[in-house]
């Protein structure tokens, strides 16, 4: 057993090395801003097709515990951008309302994540399997050679820009 403040990175690399687990579970302070910063310490420590699960996130809607209904920086609002990094191969790359950094942080951290659900208090996060490759645009390309499928128009557009996006950032799963 390893007692240590599980949002600090430092201490996660000095007491578990590189190690990696099937299931992290954050039932700690449940103040927002230790929710969110324990998850980016620990998030990469989740095994291919692990789960993080975060409990108690009503905390999120209490001011006492750093949120309240829609608090930029709650733990919740944090979370609810996950489903924005899940869809992050479909932005429209002409779409000029996403900041470029966001844009770009939103499809690296997409890409390892598969799913998100979000129960009474609870979210669960699940992570990709490390062989998972962009699955967006191979599946237009399969299409391309179905009939009546124009990819001159703006889904084709959305194809190249993220054909674009890949080349700079590097495969799905990769980092
Ligand atoms: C709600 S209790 C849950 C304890 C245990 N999971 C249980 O179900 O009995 C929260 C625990 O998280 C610990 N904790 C709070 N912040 C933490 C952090 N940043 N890193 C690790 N543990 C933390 C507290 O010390 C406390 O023991």
Redesign the pocket.
Known sequence: MH??????PAALDAALGDAVFDII?D?????SE?VI??FGACFRRLAPRGIYIV??LHASYWPDWGGRYRAPGSSIEFLKTLVDALHADHFAPWDTGIPEDERARLVVQGAEITRVTFHDSIAVIERGSDTRSAPYPPRLKRRRSRPGCDFTGPRGRIARGIGRHRRVLGPRGAG
């Open positions: 007692i240590l403040d599980a949002s600090d579970i039932d700690g302070s449940h103040r230790h910063a324990t409990e108690d």
